[in-house]
Nanobody
Framework: SVHLVESGGGSVESGGSLRLSCVFS????????LAWFRQAPGKEREGVAY????????VYADSVKGRFTISQDNAQNTVYLQMNSLKPEDTALYYC??????????????WGQGTQVTVSS
């Protein structure tokens, strides 16, 4: 299996920045396909960003393109989500996931516990 632990969430004002981190360990093949998802209260889980093949492929949700950047440090076994120009609608619980396909949440078998991001206007 794969173990994932997120950190870096917090409260910021609109226009601010945060960097989320997710340390992963375990099944090597699953670590080639990593993604960030988020879920706001009363809403479905939404794919935010995906990184595959150690960084060779990245995919972003339209809602975060140009503002968020996903990256991976294999030496540190960590995947990051740099979030800039944050908006109140970015407020959600953010999850790291491994071993799935692009931004299809149903395809992921391994999930972290989540880290809360709150953006105030």
């Amino acid at each position: 299996s794969v173990h994932l632990v997120e950190s870096g969430g917090g409260s910021v004002e609109s226009g601010g920045s945060l960097r989320l981190s997710c340390v992963f360990s375990g099944y090597d093949s699953a670590k080639k396909f990593l993604a960030w998802f988020r879920q706001a209260p009363g809403k479905e889980r939404e794919g935010v960003a995906y990184i595959g093949f150690g960084g060779g492929v990245t995919v972003y949700a339209d809602s975060v393109k140009g503002r968020f950047t996903i990256s991976q440090d294999n030496a540190q076994n960590t995947v990051y989500l740099q979030m800039n120009s944050l908006k109140p609608e970015d407020t959600a619980l953010y999850y790291c996931a491994a071993g799935g396909l692009l931004l299809d949440s149903s395809s992921y078998s391994f999930w972290g516990q989540g880290t809360q991001v709150t953006v105030s206007s």
